[in-house]
């Protein structure tokens, strides 16, 4: 079973540019998340679909961050524009929704911000 | 109050040693808890999965769950350098809300 396929794996940026992370969630889960992993931290839940339509978006900056869920399949987040404290690793999981059930995670894509 | 707390570490255990993993909750509802563990520049991975108050075992590691305390934790028997990561405690609170703790860095010593 193929995993989370996250791209790019590498983004350098400066500041007040635009990027783009893209997610494909582990087929048939319904529940995507996008986390925001600042180093030495835990993940920040940015925000949480349940097929297309978001559950909860509460953490997200949304001046400068949105997401989309397309046909409820693949994700992408944008960030525009970009500040210095934007970079991190951005996590995306996915989940089988049925329960609570545990979330498996792509390999991330690291952001830097100069 | 943070939603899942855990003690940032570093926690430090010599090889073979019993390593002690503590994670609290605030929601009172939560009904499932993770141990998921990450290794420095990779993405995190689930070691462990409980729902029901008590003990489960899976090979070196324990994972105890006390929904009346809002407490989880993890134990890690006979450690290895290998098992030399940040442990992550996350928890859902309900339609796969998942929240996650700061993690704690662990370090085996051979």
């Known amino acids: 079973e193929a995993g989370v396929a996250q791209s790019p794996r590498y983004k350098i940026i400066e500041k007040r540019q635009s990027v783009a992370f893209w997610c494909n969630p582990i087929s048939g889960h319904a529940t995507l998340y996008w986390y925001q992993q600042i180093l030495g931290q835990g993940p920040k839940l940015l925000i949480q679909f349940q097929n297309n339509g978001v559950v909860d978006d509460s953490q997200l900056p949304k001046d400068r961050f949105s997401a989309e869920r397309l046909k409820g399949v693949d994700s992408t987040l944008k960030i525009q524009p970009a500040k210095l404290e934007d970079s991190a690793v951005y996590l995306c999981?996915?989940?089988?929704?049925?329960?609570?059930?545990?979330?498996?995670f792509g390999q991330g894509t690291r952001l830097t911000v100069v | 109050q943070k939603e899942v707390e855990q003690n940032s570490g570093p926690l430090s255990v010599p090889e073979g040693a019993i390593a002690s993993l503590n994670c609290t909750y605030s929601d009172r509802g939560s009904q499932s808890f993770f141990w998921y563990r990450q290794y420095s520049g990779k993405s995190p991975e689930l070691i462990m999965s409980i729902y029901s108050n008590g003990d489960k075992e899976d090979g070196r590691f324990t994972a105890q769950l006390n929904k009346a305390s809002q407490y989880v934790s993890l134990l890690i028997r006979d450690s290895q350098p290998s098992d030399s990561a940040t442990y992550l405690c996350a928890v859902n609170r309900g339609n796969n809300d998942m929240r996650f703790g700061a993690g704690t860095r662990l370090t085996v010593k051979p």
């Open positions: 999981a996915s989940s089988f929704s049925g329960g609570d059930t545990e979330a498996f």
